[in-house]
């Protein structure tokens, strides 16, 4: 996801300075006049604005947070740290709290899709949003501001968890009527055609037999994604039986050494 939002703001005509554990691509890379830093204070430094996109909640502190090379350690510090990263809320407030602190503006900014077309769920307050707005406007095409910091994180969860309930529904309810001998096609035609209709069948309707989809996360970061969505549901004296499943299932799938393939792999799971 970085350097693709790396790649949109190079051809933008941005200066561009890339910090990355994988650096196979670095060659290529300072041809087209993108940089690259050795660590995260030496490429924040000086920058107006610093996007993080790593895996999880531990990453995004230790490139923020880091005593000795976090980005808030910079020697000219940037003017604000947008994280669009699905981590925990705890690390969003952490995060939120050090920028504030040392006088760096940060926007919770965790992302749907794909640079140029992302859809941004922004948690910010409003002033640092009308600022840096238009640098959010050129990596996608909407920005919702959900609310100050912690909102956005709040409603990636909850977009993981509303997409990834409706994708296993659907697969389990094909799976039924496969069963009971419908035609699984015959079947999605008919669904799509009623308020039944959904991206998730969509979706499964564009694959061709056992295909997976074409994009798309693995099983892992579904799992992390689950876990994070009962931690925060947990954090607001909730527990939800319908996420605590999903865990299960995308749990044992990891268990049946699925967790690096697509998430339409999960089917394999609910078939047995």
Request: hydrophobic share 45%; aromatic share 4%; glycine share 8%.
């Amino acid at each position: 996801m970085g350097r693709q939002l790396a790649e949109v703001l190079n051809s933008a005509g941005h200066r561009i300075v890339l910090c990355d554990a994988h650096s196979a691509a670095q060659h290529d890379d300072i041809e087209r006049g993108i940089g690259w830093a050795a660590t995260p204070a030496d490429c924040a430094s000086g920058q107006d604005a610093v996007f993080i996109f790593v895996r999880t909640s531990e990453q995004v502190e230790d490139v923020v947070l880091a005593d000795v090379d976090g980005v808030l350690m910079a020697r000219v510090r940037p003017s604000v740290v947008i994280l669009g990263s699905t981590v925990s809320l705890i690390t969003t407030e952490r995060i939120d709290t050090a920028c504030r602190e040392a006088g760096v503006a940060f926007i919770d900014a965790p992302v749907n899709g794909r640079p140029p077309d992302l859809v941004i769920f922004a948690g910010t307050r409003r002033r640092d949003l009308v600022r840096f707005g238009p640098l959010l406007d050129e990596v996608s095409r909407a920005v919702h501001h959900v609310g100050p910091a912690g909102c956005g994180t709040i409603t990636k969860h909850i977009h993981q968890l509303v997409l990834y309930a409706n994708h296993l529904n659907s697969v389990v309810a094909l799976q039924l009527g496969v069963r009971a001998g419908i035609d699984e096609r015959t079947l999605l035609r008919a669904l799509l055609d009623s308020g039944a209709a959904s991206r998730a069948l969509s979706g499964l309707a564009d694959r061709t037999g056992v295909a997976r989809l074409p994009d798309g996360a693995s099983i892992d970061l579904i799992a992390k994604d689950m876990l994070l969505v009962e931690q925060t549901a947990e954090m607001f004296g909730e527990r939800w039986p319908v996420v605590a499943g999903l865990l299960q299932i995308y749990r044992a799938a990891q268990v049946a050494g699925l967790g690096s393939e697509h998430f339409d792999r999960i089917r394999e799971v609910t078939e047995q």
